[in-house]
């Protein structure tokens, strides 16, 4: 389980969030407990770059909003970053430098970090998205299974128990993944790989792959 651990699939810096971050071992167990270090966090902020705009909503004064926007605190939008017309926030939502909520994307309970993206029509829930990650319009995480149970990480011959019952996605650092793919619930894709268009993802997907749309796993090259 090495290879899942937060400091493997994440360069800390790239997150005001990296001190919360660094203080687990994985990143599942960090979505519970977002909200809660927002509000403390919050204090410390450097109130000649960020201002309060909503409940309990933080944004920086080089951040780009749109006001055709919902934002539902807490939440933290972090400098230069951009939040387009229509974007959905929810609450207990972090949003790293020069990143991109765009247009009808739902973003609840997650971390993006430093110039990721979720640009058009995406639904992010109880997710992280790494350092430059980017996903197409359409992409979809989805956060709860059908059957509402608990959602467990199949990784090589483990079934990692993950005590959590709404679990999207964690995108590691420069991951790309294609238009109008499904990520199901717990899929952890590592860093620097793709996602074709159109793909069905369940999961852990290693470091330095392309997952083709017919479930072909290959190395990048």
């Not at 939040?83 to 739902?106: D, H, L, Q, W, Y």
């Not at 995480?141 to 993950?162: A, H």
């Amino acid at each position: 389980m090495e290879n899942l651990k937060i400091y493997n699939l994440f360069d800390l810096k790239n997150s005001i969030a990296n001190s919360f971050l660094a203080s687990y071992d994985y990143p599942w167990e960090v979505l519970p407990n977002i909200k809660d270090f927002i509000l403390k966090f919050a204090e410390k902020l450097d109130r000649n770059k960020f201002s309060l705009i909503g409940e309990n909503v933080w944004a920086a004064k080089t951040a780009k909003i749109s006001k055709n926007t919902f934002i539902s605190g807490p939440a933290i939008i972090d400098e230069c970053s951009e939040i387009r017309f229509g974007a959905f926030i929810r609450g207990g939502v972090i949003i790293g430098k020069n990143a991109i909520v765009g247009n009808s994307t739902e973003l609840k309970n997650c971390v993006l970090f430093d110039k990721s993206q979720a640009p058009h029509f995406n639904y992010v829930g109880d997710s992280i998205l790494g350092y430059q990650a980017h996903i197409g319009a359409g992409v979809i995480l989805s956060n709860l299974k059908s059957d509402k149970k608990n959602i467990v990480i199949k990784y090589q011959d483990l079934k990692i128990e993950t005590g959590l019952y709404k679990f999207g996605a964690i995108l590691a650092d420069n991951v790309e993944v294609g238009c109008n793919s499904v990520l199901n619930p717990g899929t952890i894709i590592c860093k620097n790989s793709n996602i074709y268009p159109l793909t069905m993802v369940r999961g852990v997907v290693g470091e330095n792959k392309i997952l083709k749309n017919s479930g072909v796993l290959v190395d990048k090259i």
